[in-house]
């Protein structure tokens, strides 16, 4: 059944919500998306965003469920975020709650930690957030920066160059896109933190 959802029915719903309804003027409600989650049930490989070193998500417990590291287990049971099906799921349930967009966790383009799968998911995420007729707006995670400093990926000295870089392929890549989430005609552009640039450190 599961692979009749994914392989019929979600597209078919998908091709049924294109076209989005207009926002009220000057309002948009958008949901703080993570686009980090990796499942592979079949192999039994499990991302840590699920884990959290701490849970083992084959483990099922005496419900049926995974054991995951969650306050609330999701009804398509656990997903990968890099699959297409999952992505388009849940921006049709989205536009069915009024939501009006996304705004993307992302941590840059750099090969850290699990960023650069995180990079990949988001832009697969925005094709289908554009094709939806749905917004987007970037939460950009300055830790990034901090993360490639301790994995020896990069100089200290080069933080604040580093970070200019990767706001400026932001800008160049996704700015300009017609479904980018703009005030006043400028695109909204959101850190979380801010975690390692601070005005005490000078940057």
Known sequence: MKRLFHRFLVPALFALFTSA??????KAILAHYMPW????A????????????RFDPNRVRWDGKREVASHDYPLIGLYDSSDRAVIECQLQQMK????????????????????????ESTKQLIEVVEKAGLQFAICYEDRSIEQAIKRGKLKEEDAVKRA????????????????YLKVDDRPVLLVFGPIYFSEEAGA
């Open 37 to 40: 989650y990796t499942a592979n």
């Open 96 to 119: 069915l709650a009024g939501i009006d967009g996304v705004i993307i966790d992302w941590y840059g383009t750099d090969d850290v930690n699990d960023y650069a799968a995180i990079h």
């Open 42 to 53: 079949e192999a039994g490989r499990w991302g840590w965003h699920w884990t959290m070193d």
């Open 21 to 26: 309804l207009p926002a009220d003027e000057g």
């Open 164 to 179: 200019a870089e990767t706001l400026q392929w932001v800008a160049d890549e996704w700015f300009a896109s017609k479904s």
